[in-house]
């Protein structure tokens, strides 16, 4: 059968001399805008001729790249013009500059700049799930050359409630970095629903979380085990004993953790076991991190329950005192998340097997 090469119009860069058109199909052309293009349609148009037949088909212009969407991307994920130009090297006239531009060309807002903190409108949101697409693949792209060359190069995207990320993984990631120099990690961090949501979004490739779920979407893995400790004020009011008893726990102001935290959760889990549940404890304040927490009952505010590893420092300092509760166990696992389908980079790879090797224990307590 006979083949002939497409002529293309307004296109900012000509079709490669191997994108040919076989009668009847047209895959081809899908398959190679899609792979290569961030795009939207035109009003321009391509002919392809077989055996004297005529062939007209819509082209869809590129008017994005790969840049652009980066940068967008940042800007929606830091919710600031100006700390997505931190993070990427860029000032704020070249982000607002090649966002502008981006909205000119697509002609709607993408992003809503009213307020303190920059939101993505509903076209934003829509382009915002194709753009996490489009880079993926570009990063998929890129890695699958540096694999041929031996390599492990690229950016990874990886998330973190905030024990595992504050505590347990900055280390880890540092031996990784020695071992693999050419990846650059960033990771966020965010209560374990929260990173679930940027896992199943493809806004990372890997989490570990404080909390597993039943899911036929993502698969957990046992990585590292934890301890919980009751924190009370160093000048304790509350509780008369060395260890805590149900009912002292039920009248204490309580500093809890807001909903979606692993540390709720397995909060709850474990009062329930001892037939106690968060409605009978009498909770003062509910905050986002334990951060805040520790603060709020350092000040005085309550007692609350956290990781043994987020308050070592303040028991040594004797700013804050952990004691046991009657007839519950304050144990939980941490978890590696990844999605059941997705296909990880090489360097998502390269990090669950240095993850998975390293398997972390219980610290001491």
Known sequence: MALRAGSAKNLGDPFPPHCVQRQGDTGWLNSYLLAFYPIQVANCNCLFLDLGLCYKFAILEVLMDVKQLKIFCTVADRRSFSLAGEKLGLTQPTISFQIASLERELGTRLLDRGGRTTTLTRSGEVLYGYALRIMELVSEAEQGIHRLKGLLWGELSVGASNIPGEYILPGILQRFRESYPGIE??????????????????????????????????????????????????????????????????????????????????????????????????????????????????????????????????????????????????????FIVCRKQKILSPAAEALLQFLEEGLVGTPPG
């Open 185 to 334: 990690i960033t990771m966020t961090l965010d209560d374990t629903r929260g990173i679930i949501k940027r896992l199943l979004e493809n806004g990372i490739e890997i989490g570990v979380v404080g909390a597993s779920e039943k899911s036929d979407k993502l698969t957990f893995t046992r990585f590292a085990s934890d301890k919980l400790t009751l924190i009370v004020p160093a000048e304790n009011r509350w509780f008369a004993g060395e260890m805590a008893t149900l009912d002292e726990l039920k009248r204490a102001p309580f500093v809890m953790r807001e909903a979606g935290s692993g540390t709720r959760s397995i909060t709850r889990e474990k009062l329930r076991k001892a037939d106690l549940s968060l409605d009978d404890l009498n909770i003062a304040m509910t905050l986002g991190s334990t951060t805040a927490v520790k603060r709020a009952v350092e000040s005085g505010a309550g007692v609350s329950i956290v990781s043994e590893r987020a308050v070592q420092y303040e028991l040594k300092l004797g700013l804050i005192k952990a004691m046991d509760i009657e007839g519950v166990e304050l144990t939980r696992d941490f």
